[in-house]
């Protein structure tokens, strides 16, 4: 899949295409069938499919003191909208210019004259413009007098409520991320470089793999049960800590350290992704490293049993 420059003209291969437009920042049910739609119409035009994000999230270019909030990265969302059948993904960088532009001049510039949109899908609460002065309705007139035809897709529902990226937020930080995956449709998951750490877990016979979060969300700080994506296809079940370790002294850290069980290899400097499948308990202060240790051999124990089934 192609990644395309929102700031740019398209490649004459694209032009014409079907866009889905949106934040798309968690790729949620709701998401998915605002970008299902999009691949659909492309598909039975012969048109290409396009899903059109933003980067970084409107939220943290308004109010960047925002704590982070983040459900995928780019290159996840790009695997993704590629796995739903899209052709190509464009980035609007949102930045100063972008924010300054009207509904109407977004629509021209950025929709008709960049891409020659044959067509956009969006969902029913799409907002745009300086000051957020278009919505649906605009878009769907400003559609019709540019050429393409604006199309909405209703929110989609599960247990009686709207999904959304903020049902799913509230359920990772407040430790059920079951009902995040209900939600997503995956597990949510960290992707990051693996970095060095102070081998602790090494010595206590329990050797990690230590991620930043980054611009990602907090989950609530805890144990959890985890499954590893290595950049050669492997998966490797584990348990992992998220947080800063308090029993540990000196400046808390804050890490993402997976150990993955049966797994004896070296994976600094890798890029690996780690889905969180279940959360066992919170993070705790110990007396001891022993007894800490005493506590992982358990977590391992039952993570094994959760993941097994």
């Not at 597990?187 to 991620?211: D, I, K, M, S, W």
Request: contains cysteine; proline residues 6%; charged residues 25%.
């Amino acid at each position: 899949m192609e990644r395309l420059d929102g700031g740019a003209a398209v490649p004459a291969r694209w032009r014409g295409g079907i866009v889905a437009l949106g934040n798309f920042d968690g790729y949620h049910l709701g998401h998915q069938a605002v970008v299902g739609r999009a691949v659909a119409r492309a598909h039975a035009a012969g048109r290409p499919a396009i899903v059109a994000t933003f980067d970084p999230h409107p939220k943290r270019y308004f109010r960047p003191d925002t704590p982070p909030f983040r459900l995928t990265t780019l290159d996840q969302r790009q695997r993704l909208f590629a796995a739903a059948g899209a052709d190509a993904m464009l980035v609007f960088a949102f930045d100063g210019a972008l924010a300054g532009l009207s509904a109407a001049a977004f629509a021209q510039e950025r929709l008709a004259d960049a891409i020659g949109a044959g067509g956009v899908v969006t969902g029913t609460d799409f907002t745009f413009g300086r000051g957020r002065d278009g919505d649906v309705a605009v878009l769907a007139a400003l559609g019709e007098r540019l050429g393409f035809a604006a199309e909405t897709v209703a929110p989609v529902t599960l247990d009686g409520q709207v999904v959304s990226s903020s049902r799913i937020r509230d359920a990772l930080q407040a430790g059920d991320p079951r009902t995040a995956a209900a939600l997503l449709t995956r597990p949510f998951a960290v992707e990051g470089v693996v970095e060095p750490g102070a081998q602790l877990g090494r010595t206590l016979g329990y050797p990690t793999a230590n991620l930043t979060m980054g611009k990602y969300l907090r989950p609530a700080y805890g144990i959890y049960a985890v499954r590893g994506r290595l950049g050669d296809g492997r998966v490797l079940d584990g348990a992992a800590n998220l947080g800063i370790r308090p029993t540990i002294a000196g400046e808390p850290v804050e890490l993402l350290e997976p150990y993955f069980f049966d797994f004896d290899g070296d994976l600094y400097g890798q890029t690996i992704e780690v889905e969180l499948i279940e959360f066992l308990r919170p993070e705790a202060k110990f007396d001891s490293l022993d007894a800490l240790k005493i506590q992982m051999a358990l977590d391992c124990d039952r993570a094994r049993r959760l993941l097994a089934r």
